[in-house]
T-cell receptor
Framework: AQTVTQSQPEMSVQEAETVTLSCTYD???????LFWYKQPPSRQMILVIR??????QNATENRFSVNFQKAAKSFSLKISDSQLGDTAMYFC??????????????FGTGTRLTIIP | DGGITQSPKYLFRKEGQNVTLSCEQN?????MYWYRQDPGQGLRLIYY???????QKGDIAEGYSVSREKKESFPLTVTSAQKNPTAFYLC???????????FGSGTRLTVV
């Protein structure tokens, strides 16, 4: 079974600074997908970024980027120019491709990020 | 706008009673999922459904039941057999093809 580990339960950073959230995972699969989800105080889960394991290029979405190290099984999220609206719980998630509809997400325990004004 | 609607947002029930959480989507997604969220434990999969009239147990299915009579709807029943039902419940759907999930806004269930 796959496991996802987020070793930083809480982090805080000053507004406009850059912050990196760590995530490691354990799998014997060669092809898979990794995700970062954001859960703000409203508790709505929002997809931040997605990475396909067979792509060497790191995914980016505006101020959000990842550092994907496949050999090390590491998938960190970097938030640049952090904003107050980035305050949220961040979850790293792993998906093993399967038959249609059988693609289950396995989540880490989350990192609570607070942006300080 | 397309999305997933979970209702109610807050639900209170007495111990020993069954309760049903609603999840409706208009995204035309075939796959739907139920997750439970507890502090410090992330999200854990309860049940999922790939197609109408078919569903599979997830990692923590004991004490829960589901149905999938329509593509748009995937209700979750928390039965009296669930030993610790107080939690935040999230419903999600997916078009498949490894695009990740779209989540509802969740239901906070409190059993007293």
């Amino acid at each position: 079974a796959q496991t996802v580990t987020q070793s930083q339960p809480e982090m805080s950073v000053q507004e406009a600074e850059t912050v990196t959230l760590s995530c490691t995972y354990d799998t014997s699969e060669n092809n898979y997908y990794l995700f970062w989800y954001k859960q703000p105080p409203s508790r709505q889960m929002i997809l931040v970024i997605r990475q396909e394991a067979y792509k060497q290029q790191n995914a980016t979405e505006n101020r959000f980027s990842v550092n994907f190290q496949k050999a090390a099984k590491s998938f960190s999220l970097k938030i640049s120019d952090s904003q107050l609206g980035d305050t949220a719980m961040y979850f790293c998630a792993f998906m093993k491709p399967g038959s249609f509809g059988n693609e289950k997400l396995t989540f880490g325990t989350g990192t609570r990020l607070t942006i300080i004004p | 706008d397309g999305g997933i609607t979970q209702s109610p947002k807050y639900l209170f029930r007495k111990e020993g009673q069954n309760v049903t959480l609603s999840c409706e989507q208009n995204l035309n997604h075939d796959a739907m999922y139920w997750y439970r969220q507890d502090p410090g434990q992330g999200l854990r999969l309860i049940y999922y459904s790939q197609i109408v009239n078919d569903f599979q147990k997830g990692d923590i299915a004991e004490g829960y039941s589901v149905s999938r009579e329509k593509k748009e709807s995937f209700p979750l029943t928390v039965t009296s057999a669930q030993k610790n039902p107080t939690a935040f419940y999230l419903c999600a759907s997916s078009p498949g093809f490894d695009y990740g999930y779209t989540f509802g806004s969740g239901t906070r269930l409190t059993v007293v």
